[in-house]
Each structure stands twice: as C-alpha cells, then as structure tokens.
C-alpha cells in the first residue's frame, strides 16, 4: 500500500472511532413502565429520569426527543432557569413544544404565541379538553417526530413542556406506557451532555450559538396548509 493510502485510511479509522466515541453506548437495562414521582409538579417519572437518563441512552427501541426551543421568549431566567437553548443530550432530538401545541399557562412573561399544530383547551380540572389541528398536516407531522411504535423519553429545561407533551400525545391516542416525561435538563449533571454553546478564548467573553450541533425538526409552517 502506498504512503499516502496508508495515510488516508488512518485518517479515516481515526475519524470513525470519534464519531463512535461521542455517542452514548447502546445500552440493554429494561424499560420500567412509567410511573410519576408524586413529589413532582410536573409528572416527572419516578424511575427514568435526569439522574438515571444515561442508564437508558442509546436505545433502539426509544425515541429521545427534547421539546426546548432553541431561543424562547418566555423569561425562564426569573425562575432560574434558561431560554436558550445551552445544551441537550447526545441522541436527543430537538423538537420545540411550542410549535406543536397552545401553551398552558406558564409562571413566567414572554411565552410564544405563534403558530403551532394544534390549539387546545382545558377543561376545569386543567386536563386537555380538545385538541384541534390548524393544518392539514398536523397529524402526519406529529405522528413522523414523535413514533408510536416506540418508547418516547421527553425532556425540557424544568419539566414542565415535557408534562403538557405527555398529555397531549395521550390525549390524541399514544400509549400512555410508552411516553416517559423524563424531566429537567437544567439539573442533568451526567457524561453525555451535548454543548450547544461556545465560549471561546479570542471572543473575549462573547459566545457562540452552536445550533449546527443539534439535531433540530424544523417546521415551516408556511408551508403547511392552514384549515381555516
């Protein structure tokens, strides 16, 4: 083999070995049916949850979707909290909540009220009452991002775009022992955290919105077909 062949394929081994390094490991720990710690306000699961999240990572059989907006408007920043998007988890999807579905009331000013999915109500007890779809293609785009055939593990900053994801899906059929409300990124503290932004050195403290990382669904809503 000639020198620069050589070169060439090492270089290429090299490559793949840190692509492989920089994903979670597949893991095989079983899958506890969902079940709510009663201490969280959100529904936050009991077992599958920040804390334990990378015994899960790498799954098959598990659909990980992050349901943050990359830059939200609502002011998370007054309960502690971040609008932007910093970081996720490696084999997360981002796919924002609210471009799916009307917002419940949240603690904080700012919140989006642009265009979405569906538009929702609530009934007395704050359940979701009806959910209808403002396209043609709300039902396909949802089915697509969000599998049934799969666990779904939902994740968001404090847990609570995840509780109002859950509730939907349920709402419009999914089985409720296959979506996992698996919490607040903002406490994750693991090994497979996924940095969406920069701070480097010759900025002089100014930062960089690493978006290109992300694994983003992005819905052009213009071009869907609104049912008026």
Sequence with gaps: MKKGSAIAVLLLATMLLTACSSRPKTTSTSLTPPEADSSSMFGVDKNINMNTIDNYLGRDDVAYI??????????????????????????????????????????????????????????????????????????????????????IFLMCGGGGY?????????KLGWDENLIYNTGANWSYTGKNTLELIVYPEEAEGSKIYATWRADYAYIDFSRLHRIE
């Design 162 to 170: 995840s509780g109002m994801m859950k509730s939907l899906l349920i």
């Design 66 to 151: 992050d349901i943050r907006m990359l830059f939200d408007p609502a002011d998370f920043g007054a309960i502690g909290g971040e609008a932007d998007l910093t970081r996720t988890i490696h084999g997360f999807r981002i796919v924002p909540y609210p471009y799916i579905a009307t917002l419940a009331q949240l603690p904080v000013s700012g919140a989006y009220d642009g265009p979405c999915l569906f538009t929702l109500t609530w009934d007395e007890n704050g359940g979701i009452a009806s959910a209808k779809p403002n396209f043609e293609e709300a039902a396909m785009v949802l089915g697509e991002l969000f599998p049934k055939d799969k666990a």
